[in-house]
C-alpha cells in the first residue's frame, strides 16, 4: 500500500498559506473557527511536529532523527532481526524520552475540540500516547504505540514496552523475539485502524493536518481522500509541506500556538 497515491503539485491554485506571525492569520483562523459548529464533523491527522513542542524530537525537521540515525538500520524487521538488542535499545531511549514529557497546548486543544463537535477523530502517525493523555478519545493509532510490543511468533502481546537488562534480546515465553508494536518501513499498517480513518476522512467536514511532512504513505493519502470526498481541508505547520499543495488553508506556524488561538476564536 506504500506509496499507492500520487504525489501532489506544488503549486495548487487554492492554497492560501498564511504565517501566524502575519497580520492576515486571523480572519482565515476566524474563518476556520466559524467551519467548526456543534454539528461539525472534524478530523485531525497528526504527525511527530504536534509533540515537537513537548520535547520529542521529530523526524525530518533540520534537527530530526532521521538527520542523525538511518531508518533502514531501526525502523525495519530485517533490521531487528539482525540485532534486536540495537533495535530494543533504540526504542528504549525514545521510551524514555515520551515517559517523561507531558502534551502540550497544542495537544489539548485538540481535545478540547473533541468535546466541542458532533463528531470527531485523531488520525495519528505518533507512538507516543500524547494525545490520549492530553484527554482524547477517539484516537486512530496507524503507526502503533511505543508503550506496546508482541512476540513475533505467537503474537502474545504485552501491554508494556520490555527493555532488554542484560544486553541480551527479549525473548517471549514460546522462545520468539519480542518486538515494539509499532509499524517499521515496508510493514503494513494495521487494517482496522487504516479502514477507520479512511471512513473518517471520507465522512468528514473539515480535516485538518497537523506537524506531519506528509511524505510517508499511506497516511499522507487520507488528505487527498478526504479532499476528493468534500471535505474542507487545512494545514498547521511550521513549514510548507508535500500536501501544502492541496489544502484549502495553511497556517505556518506551530500547533502549541495556532490550535488554542482556534479555541479561543470558537469560544468568542
Ligand atoms: P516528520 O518528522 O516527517 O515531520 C514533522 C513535521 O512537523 C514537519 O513538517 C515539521 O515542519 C513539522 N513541525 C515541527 N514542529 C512543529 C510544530 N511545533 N508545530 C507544527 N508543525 C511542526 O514526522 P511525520 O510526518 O510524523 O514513521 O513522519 C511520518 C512518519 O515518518 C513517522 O510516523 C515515522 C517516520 O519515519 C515510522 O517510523 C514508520
Not at 511550521?238 to 506556524?253: A, K, R
Request: aromatic share 8%; hydrophobic share 40%; net charge negative.
Amino acid at each position: 500500500m506504500k506509496n499507492h497515491l500520487t504525489p501532489f503539485s506544488s503549486s495548487h491554485p487554492l492554497t492560501r498559506m498564511i504565517s501566524s506571525s502575519s497580520a492576515g492569520t486571523e480572519p482565515a483562523l476566524d474563518s476556520l473557527a466559524k467551519r467548526m459548529t456543534s454539528d461539525s464533523y472534524v478530523v485531525f491527522l497528526t504527525g511527530a511536529g504536534v509533540s515537537a513542542e513537548s520535547g520529542v524530537p521529530t523526524f525530518r525537521s533540520s534537527d530530526g532523527l532521521w538527520k542523525k540515525f538511518k531508518p533502514e538500520e531501526l525502523a525495519n524487521f530485517n533490521a531487528f532481526i539482525k540485532n534486536p538488542v540495537l533495535v530494543q535499545s533504540w526504542y528504549r531511549h525514545r521510551t524514555e524520552i515520551v515517559e517523561n514529557v507531558k502534551p502540550n497546548r497544542g495537544h489539548f486543544a485538540m481535545a478540547e475540540i473533541e468535546s466541542k463537535v458532533d463528531k470527531f477523530a485523531v488520525i495519528t502517525q505518533n507512538v507516543d500516547n500524547l494525545h490520549q493523555r492530553a484527554g482524547c478519545e477517539e484516537v486512530i493509532e496507524l503507526h502503533g504505540n511505543i508503550f506496546r510490543s508482541y512476540c513475533i511468533d505467537c503474537k502474545e502481546q504485552f501491554d508494556v514496552q520490555l527493555f532488554s537488562e542484560n544486553g541480551e534480546p527479549i525473548i517471549c515465553r514460546c522462545g520468539g523475539l519480542v518486538r515494539p508494536d509499532v509499524v517499521w518501513f515496508g510493514e503494513m499498517l494495521p487494517i482496522d485502524a487504516f479502514r477507520l480513518a479512511e471512513k473518517h476522512a471520507r465522512k468528514c467536514d473539515l480535516f485538518i493536518s497537523v506537524g506531519t511532512s506528509g511524505v510517508v504513505y499511506p497516511a499522507a493519502g487520507l488528505s487527498s481522500l478526504a479532499k476528493s470526498s468534500g471535505a474542507f481541508l487545512a494545514e498547521i505547520n511550521t513549514e510548507p509541506t508535500e500536501l501544502s499543495s492541496i489544502m484549502d488553508v495553511t497556517f505556518q506556524g506551530k500547533s502549541g500556538e495556532i490550535l488554542p488561538e482556534l479555541i479561543s476564536l470558537l469560544e468568542s
